[in-house]
């Protein structure tokens, strides 16, 4: 199983909105609507951001939204603040049912 | 609040079998409502799924890992437990445990331990 393609960063100013892709194929991300998306600061575990392509979990902010169209996946991030700088990553469930993560994204705060 | 802890040995030596232990707090490993997973992370790289695992003893791996790795829950003591046999230096990384949120592959990573370190080198 091969990983998902994120670029490897992504970088905007404050208060402007990013958008992270996320590719795969159509035995995984575009077979299903099982995508969600991790925020990880340096020396800490991931955190969830979304599931299910687009839904935010319980106390995650609002400026964080996801989508799909094909086998593409998509993290915007609206309204960018410092706190965001982080790497994100992307993991779809398969075919084979198992999951396989993206390789990540640095997203840099100008 | 449920809470997740990685255990085990900091160091192991090549071509012997690293072994972890994930001990769960304040929800049971018993549940038929969630799946356990391990994912490892190396130095400066991104996430990996080794594979996961539900109370009954149902696994399901990583294709690339498959002959090395092995899972297993103790139920009485709420943990789960990751060995993975013959390691080389590529399997030094940070071993994360963490709760798939329902009993589904298809399910999200909602609650993570915080990683432990292992190296592997002699």
């Known amino acids: 199983q091969s990983a998902l393609t994120q670029p490897a960063s992504v970088s905007g100013s404050p208060g402007q909105s990013i958008t992270i892709s996320c590719t795969g194929t159509?035995?995984?991300?575009?077979?299903?609507?099982?995508v969600s998306w991790y925020q990880q600061h340096p020396g800490k575990a991931p955190k969830l951001m979304i599931y299910?392509?687009?839904y935010r979990p319980s106390g995650v902010s609002n400026r964080f939204s996801g989508s799909k169209s094909g086998n593409t996946a998509s993290l915007t991030i609206s309204g960018l603040q410092a706190e965001d700088e982080a790497d994100y990553y992307c993991?779809?469930?398969?075919?084979?049912?198992?999951?396989?993560f993206g390789g990540g994204t640095k997203v840099t705060v100008l | 609040q449920l809470q997740l802890q990685e255990s085990g040995p900091g160091l192991v030596k090549p071509s012997e079998t690293l072994s972890l232990t994930c001990t769960v707090s304040?929800?049971?490993?018993?549940?038929?409502?969630?799946?356990w997973g391990w994912i490892r992370q190396p130095p400066g790289k991104g996430l990996e799924w080794i594979g996961t695992?539900?109370?009954?003893?149902?696994?399901y791996y990583n294709s690339s890992l498959k002959s090395r790795v092995t899972m297993s829950v103790d139920t009485p003591k709420n943990q789960f437990s990751l060995k993975l046999n013959s390691v080389t230096a590529a399997d030094t990384a940070v071993y994360y445990c963490?709760?798939?949120?329902?009993?589904?592959?298809?399910?999200?990573?909602?609650?993570w331990g915080q990683g432990t370190l292992v190296t592997v080198s002699s």
């Open positions: 963490a709760r798939q949120s329902w009993a589904s592959m298809a399910a999200p990573f909602d609650y």
């Open positions: 304040g929800g049971s490993i018993s549940s038929d409502t969630y799946f």
């Open positions: 695992i539900y109370y009954s003893g149902t696994t």
């Open positions: 159509s035995s995984d991300i575009g077979g299903y609507n099982y």
């Open positions: 299910d392509v687009t």
């Open positions: 993991i779809s469930y398969t075919a084979s049912v198992t999951v396989v």
